[in-house]
Each structure stands twice: as C-alpha cells, then as structure tokens.
C-alpha cells in the first residue's frame, strides 16, 4: 500500500503549535451553482478532525 506523503505534504500544513490544518473541500469548481453563504463558509483553513490525526501524521 502507498503512503502518498507527497501528497500529505502539499495538503496539510503544520502549525507552529503543532496543530494540523487544511482546506475544506468544494471550492476548485462548480462554483456557479452554489450559494453565497455556502461558498463564504468553506472560506479558510480547517484542524484536522482528532480521528484522522494519527494516520495524517504518521503520512508527515
């Protein structure tokens, strides 16, 4: 099985803190059709849940 740790790194940014963040998903394409208050809400970065924190991780 592949680790994909390249594409771990790209994706998620460590915190000087240590916290781990990310993008929330949605907002590439197909834009057009969505709401203002929903595009607003996927604006910014987001923690990484604490159930996938371990896997991620490991990944960096």
């Known amino acids: 099985m592949k680790s994909y740790v ?3 790194t790209k994706r998620i940014k460590v915190t000087k803190g240590g ?3 990310h993008r929330k998903s949605g907002q590439s394409h197909f834009r057009a059709k969505k ?3 929903v595009l607003l809400n996927k604006k910014g970065t987001v923690e990484v849940s604490s159930t996938v924190e371990k ?3 490991s990944l960096l």
């Open 6 to 8: 390249k594409l771990a």
């Open 19 to 21: 916290k781990l963040l």
């Open 35 to 37: 709401a203002r208050s």
């Open 55 to 57: 896997a991620v991780r």
